[in-house]
């Protein structure tokens, strides 16, 4: 791809190469491949890693987010399994779309209007995002298999 054709994050305005900076919408999470901001591996790593009462989670962490420090220990298990991915200039789950030849296109298909499988060379094909979702998230190599 034509750096040229790359942007900035749409989010927290970062360049191609550079790490998304602090709660930006559109980060990827390295180690479930869905929204950074949205997901529960932080929480996942934390009931394990921290020894609370019973088990559980406070309600408190859930309500009010991780703590700093919380933040941190997460930050330094992601350094040491999962590091967190740069913005590649193209929005999550595109290269992985074209690798797998996963495109589709807004359209009438037998009398129903909406997204339509095709091939890249469809009229209006776009990466299919949604056919994505049914590919399993590799942490190991950060992409979808």
Known sequence: MNKDQLKKCGDCGVEPGEMHKAGCDVEQCPECGGQSIGCDCI?????????????KMPKDVYNNGPTDEMQETYEKHLAATHPRMP?????????????????????????????????????????????????????????HE
């Open 43 to 55: 929480y996942a790593f934390l009931s394990k890693e921290l020894d609370w009462p019973g088990g």
């Open 87 to 143: 913005w590649t200039g193209l929005w999550p789950g595109t290269e992985d779309c074209r690798r797998l030849d996963l495109w589709s296109y807004w359209g009438p298909d037998y009398g129903e209007q909406g997204w339509q499988k095709c091939s890249k060379d469809h009229p209006g094909a776009s990466e299919d995002l949604n056919e994505l979702r049914r590919y399993s998230w590799n942490p190991d190599t950060q992409r």
